[in-house]
């Protein structure tokens, strides 16, 4: 077995960081009681493994001239973890330096510039779940560090891995840096992810997220929960979409504690479950730091995005007032704009650009089929627009 031991390199080309700097990353192999716990945690068995679909997905680019940017996803499944990455490589992709409004040019990136982007995606998700201060990087080694005994069914990827621990920010940057084609060509960079964001949480954090303690991250079909989504987007695996934390009366004296979104968020969300009136999506998911969104929609996660980074004027006043109103005190900025709209496993292969007019009201029939969910899910935010697909086919 590997010991727990330091690994200490000098950098000498780094084009991220400034200064020289010795790298201490702290590497030490799993364990099978650790395995045990992620499983117990993501499954809801020791005795689960991940699926095919899982097993085979990495996070790797699409070749399409104008979908250069996109990640392609191969099965259904992980869908949650791969938009959740797509739009944190977005918002490196488009708004990492300081001009404000952006051009298509920089949907086009390079092969090394949007391998830059993911690198740095994974680096703010990692290091937002161990809360700004740590972070862990669990990668294979080839060869089992533990053997699998009792309850415990072996899957030849958790069994195999070393554990990596930075402190420091830029330790964390040169040694993704380092191993980025892990993650990008594979083959299972979805599950090391997964595996890392959990354990720079930790699982104790994690389990204290959810709002019931038996919750887990992988649901039916091997889908993302909202608190594996949630987890990547906030840092936090919390159960629900809303803002902060609502208590209910439960009777006989009980409170119960709904755990929502506690600060605004870098990348939004918008729902499908919200149209239907199953779910209210907060302003801290729904108005986000940066005009990009994780968009729920029947079991199945894509991402819409903006090029302008004012698009989203002045949040705040989302909590007091409606669009209307809004509109009249003129922190609307953006009263005609574009969305862009990405699903890596749709075999989409031409750019989608939607027009939104806030200027316009749509009358909206919940009960009319022909009406694209993603509309839907636009109108939670900007009710009743009209949604121009230019020249696109409506995806029903």
């Known amino acids: ?55 085979i997905q990495s996070f790797t680019f699409n070749n399409i001239p104008q979908l250069k ?6 099965k259904g499944g992980p869908c949650g973890v791969l938009a959740a990455v797509q739009a944190c490589v977005l918002q490196q992709l488009i708004f990492a330096d300081s001009n404000r409004n952006k051009d298509t040019r920089c949907l086009q990136p390079s092969e090394v510039h949007r391998t830059k982007c993911l690198t740095m995606a994974i680096a703010d998700i990692l290091w937002r779940a ?38 420091r920010y830029e330790d964390l940057i040169v040694f993704l840096q380092q191993n980025i084609r892990q993650f990008e060509t594979g083959p299972c960079g979805c599950i090391l992810l997964t595996v890392s964001v959990i354990l720079s949480r930790s699982i104790n954090l994690v389990r204290n997220d ?115 109103e809004k509109d009249l005190l003129g922190d609307w900025t953006e009263r005609r704009f574009d969305l862009y ?12 650009r939607l027009t939104v007019d806030t200027t316009q009201m749509c009358t909206e029939d919940k009960e009319n089929d022909l009406t694209p969910p993603l509309e839907h899910c636009i109108r939670t935010k900007w009710q009743g627009a009209v949604i121009d697909w230019n020249g696109t086919e409506p995806i029903l």
């Open 1 to 55: 077995d590997v010991e727990e031991e330091e690994t200490t390199g000098e950098v000498s080309k780094n084009p991220y960081l400034s200064t020289l700097h010795m790298l201490q990353v702290v590497s030490k192999p799993i364990d099978i009681s650790l395995a045990k716990e992620l499983k117990n945690l993501l499954f809801g068995s020791s005795l689960c493994c991940f699926s095919e679909e899982w097993k």
């Open 341 to 352: 709209y990405y699903d890596g496993l749709a075999n989409q292969e031409e750019e989608i």
């Open 130 to 167: 161990g809360g700004n201060e740590k972070a862990i990087v669990a990668l294979p080694s080839g060869r089992q560090q533990f053997t699998p005994v009792g309850k415990y069914k072996a899957d030849g990827i958790l069994e195999t891995l070393i554990l990596h621990s930075a402190t």
């Open 210 to 324: 959810f709002d019931v303690l038996t919750n887990r991250l992988i649901g039916s079909h091997g889908y993302c929960t909202q608190e594996l989504v949630n987890l990547l987007l906030t840092g936090k695996a919390v159960s629900n979409v809303f803002n902060n934390v609502i208590e209910l009366d439960s009777g006989n004296g009980n409170i119960t504690i709904l755990k929502g979104v506690t600060s605004r968020s870098d990348i939004g969300l918008l729902s499908l479950f919200e149209h239907y009136d199953v779910c209210q999506v907060g302003c801290y998911l729904k108005t986000p730091k940066y005009p990009i969104w994780l968009v729920c929609s029947e079991s199945h996660f894509s991402v819409l995005f903006c090029l302008e980074k004012d698009l989203l004027g002045d949040w705040k006043t989302e909590r007091r007032f409606d669009l209307l």
């Open 69 to 74: 940017y996109g990640i392609v996803q191969k």
